[in-house]
């Protein structure tokens, strides 16, 4: 009943920008806080980027504050995520999560099955 889809990724270079995208099915994250996280080789999945239901609040990693934006269409049911100058370090499988609640005060409770990011320097 619940099914995230996420596109875009991809292999750039170091500096390059993505814009990521994750589409919700039917009214799956009506009044929810979403988000995007990652997960590297050999690492446990990461948070990276988080918008509340109303679209105006944010909350960012340390590691990508002011490189990435996360944003939200909810009229087509649908998160973003650009990623502008990419570094290695941000070489992940990059997922969208459903939070349990509007706000940023939530966590997620599910995840898509995820985007491959390879950023070569």
């Known amino acids: 009943q619940v099914e995230l889809v996420e596109s875009g990724g991809g292999l750039v270079q170091a500096g390059d920008s993505l814009r990521l995208s994750c589409v919700a099915s039917?009214?799956?994250?009506?009044?929810?806080?979403m988000g995007w996280f990652r997960q590297a080789p050999g690492k446990e999945r990461e948070f990276v980027a988080a918008?509340?239901?109303?679209?105006?609040?944010?909350r960012y990693a340390d590691s990508v504050k002011g490189r990435f934006t996360i944003s939200r269409d909810n009229s087509k049911g649908a998160i973003d995520l650009q990623m502008n100058s990419l570094k290695p370090e941000d070489t992940a499988v990059y997922s969208c999560?459903?939070?349990?609640?509007?706000?940023?005060?939530?966590?997620?409770?599910?995840w898509g099955q995820g985007t491959q990011v390879t950023v070569s320097s």
């Open positions: 999560g459903r939070f349990s609640g509007p706000t940023l005060a939530s966590s997620a409770d599910y």
């Open positions: 039917g009214r799956s994250v009506t009044y929810r806080a």
């Open positions: 918008i509340n239901w109303n679209g105006d609040d944010t």
